[in-house]
Nanobody, 126 residues
Framework: QLQLVESGGGLVQPGGSLRLSCAAS????????IGWFRQAPGKEREAVSC????????NYADSVKGRFTISRDNARNTVFLRMNSLRPEDTAVYYC???????????????????WGQGTQVTVSS
């Protein structure tokens, strides 16, 4: 069964850090572009970051540049999202997703992704 499972979310104070994990089962994560998205209550799902399969190139939303880092651990079949200097506006459910078809770069639009995880809640509050 093809599956993505996110973990690592939780409650953190402003300025704190979290590392989210996106673990794949049933397929090799390194062969596909992987994106991280988030959705806050009452808002649309938005792209946070993505990493390509071809050359490891990355993309970040302007709101997280310099604070978030996406990376792969091929041995663990996992993609990570390291989040530093967290702000209350980062509060959301975070999802990872895999794109089966893109061969270069990584998409930033949710509809281009084919397999989604169940999400993990991140809450930034004092």
């Amino acid at each position: 069964q093809l599956q993505l499972v996110e973990s690592g979310g939780g409650l953190v104070q402003p300025g704190g850090s979290l590392r989210l994990s996106c673990a794949a089962s049933g397929f090799t994560l390194n062969n596909y572009a992987i994106g991280w998205f988030r959705q806050a209550p009452g808002k649309e799902r938005e792209a946070v970051s993505c990493i390509s399969s071809s050359d490891g190139s990355t993309n970040y939303a302007d709101s997280v540049k310099g604070r978030f880092t996406i990376s792969r651990d091929n041995a663990r079949n996992t993609v990570f999202l390291r989040m530093n200097s967290l702000r209350p506006e980062d509060t959301a459910v975070y999802y990872c997703a895999a794109d089966w078809f893109v061969t270069t770069g990584c998409p930033t639009r949710a509809y281009e992704y084919d397999l989604w995880g169940q999400g993990t809640q991140v809450t930034v509050s004092s």
